[in-house]
């Protein structure tokens, strides 16, 4: 075979590659034609196919219970594939905006560290602050509470800080959830007492939170007592109790 050939072959196994990706991502196509695009990507097993297979939970088909059987389908297959299917899932992790499937994926595949590993290195290219669109962040920090690993309440501690409610307020349910009292505590008094924070549905789940775990106000009374929201109060203890 010359050189040309070579590249001649090159570029019509790129072709094919990017026709199967098209067509398995279709919406507008039969099931039956996705899926057998999609089993095609599943056979090479490359990071490109597996990643274009993946990229087919992040489309809505208008046949509902054949778009979840499609999706569950892509799952299933890259669960399989285990360790190899970790490169495509981290580059689906980065790109994507909703990140629901891949993070379901991740226990599949990887070990914890693995798992704890990727998950900090994706919330890391996702700082604290403005994004137009916050998905991705609430999902990650919910997924971090599930790992219950021992470095993820610092990870979540500076997302009380974000400017979307609905990321600061994925952060408290994470940080209640994962009850570390060492980190959580300290870090949810003082954004409790802060002037910044103008939610008060975040305020009533913070108070909420120290009844269900009996974590103790101590040093932060008169602060939080200015603060606390209708229907709570102290004890004499510094306990926060729900009237």
């Known amino acids: 075979m010359g050189l040309f050939d070579f590249f001649s072959k090159e570029k019509r196994e790129e072709r094919a590659l990017v026709n199967l990706i098209k067509r398995a991502n279709h919406k507008f196509l039969q099931s039956g034609e996705r899926l057998r695009a999609l089993e095609a990507l599943a056979n090479p097993g490359s990071e490109r196919a597996l990643y274009g297979m993946l990229s087919r939970v992040g489309i809505v088909y208008h046949k509902s219970i054949e778009d979840e059987q499609e999706k569950e389908w892509v799952f299933d297959t890259l669960a399989d594939k285990g360790p190899a299917a970790l490169p495509a899932v981290k580059r689906y992790l980065r790109t994507a905006e909703s990140v629901s499937w891949p993070l379901r994926l991740l226990p599949k595949i990887a070990t914890k560290e693995q798992e704890f590993a990727v998950v900090q290195e994706i919330l890391a290219e996702h700082e604290p602050g403005y994004e137009r669109d916050p998905t991705k962040k609430t999902q990650l920090l919910r997924h971090l509470a599930q790992l219950k690993e021992p470095g993820a309440p610092a990870l979540i501690v500076p997302y009380l800080g974000d400017m979307d409610e609905g990321v600061r307020f994925a952060a408290v349910e994470s940080l209640l959830r994962l009850k570390n009292e060492e980190v959580g505590r300290p870090a ?37 007592e200015q603060k606390l929201p209708e229907g709570f109060q102290l004890d004499r203890e510094g306990h926060i109790l729900a009237r």
């Not at 008094?189 to 974590?215: C, K, M, P, T, Y």
């Open 188 to 224: 949810l008094l003082q954004h409790f007492e802060s002037d910044a924070e103008e939610s008060l549905r975040l305020r009533i789940r913070i108070a909420e939170g120290f009844v269900e775990l009996g974590w103790l106000v101590q040093d932060q009374r008169k602060g939080v």
